[in-house]
């Protein structure tokens, strides 16, 4: 708020009263000068600021020595706090995301990133996710963003976790994607997917109850026939 003085004012002024510390700020000073019935006045017009806050929990020099951070004090401190929960919101936010098992982060994927809003050189690490063109990818190989390098382009870099969707029973299989050797699939155990027109069972060998195993997810970067007895078994 502006105030006027018609005398030149202290930029800090500070009174202690019953327990109470009263500071006056006055900054950014200007001369104005007004006529009124003939009469010229004076006056000195400032940016200005009054609080009131008990004794002890602010230092006064730190006051006097930087009296422009306090030109909003109290309100100051609803703000930072106010900044601090959405700072924490937003990094409790990101790491969910990051950390969602995929066939949940597909259900929530308008809300991370579209890959344009990622300057050039931004350096992906595996495991980020983003959108692209409506369709949501987790980054399979770390590299730093080219513009000609775009999710879907280069199978190595990139992983496609929306892709049409397949219920994964014997019924409707979920198809193996050629790039498979190149930039590796993710299984889900007790699933049913097709490669070359044959269907297998994502199930895991030499385990004592494999069905226990139903649901989890596994990386690989084969396709089903070559790990049959380990990971599939033919149906």
Known sequence: MKARFSEKQHSVLTKTIDGYLFVYICLNETKVEEEFE??????????????????????????????????????????????????????????????????EAVDF??????????????????????????????????????SDWWPGKDPTLFEELDKDEHAGTLEDPIPVPDSVTVSGFTYIYGKYYIWQDVKYLCKRGGVANPEELYGQEVKLNYSPDALIGHYFVTV
């Not at 401190?77 to 936010?93: C, G, H, P, V, W």
């Not at 991370?112 to 063109?133: A, C, H, L, N």
């Open 38 to 103: 003939n009469v010229k006045q004076t006056y000195y017009e400032y940016d200005y600021h009054e609080f009131k806050e008990d004794e002890g929990v602010l230092d006064v020099d730190a006051i006097i020595q930087n009296p422009s951070l306090f030109m909003d004090y109290p309100n100051i401190i609803q703000i930072q706090e106010k900044k601090l929960k959405e700072k924490i919101a937003n990094e409790q936010k990101e790491k969910m995301l990051k950390e969602m098992p995929r066939e």
């Open 109 to 146: 994927k308008f809300l991370y990133k579209e890959w344009e809003s990622f300057p050039d050189g931004y350096e992906f690490i595996v495991g980020d996710r983003m959108m692209y063109k409506g369709r949501l990818f987790e980054v399979a190989k770390g590299h730093n963003k080219q």
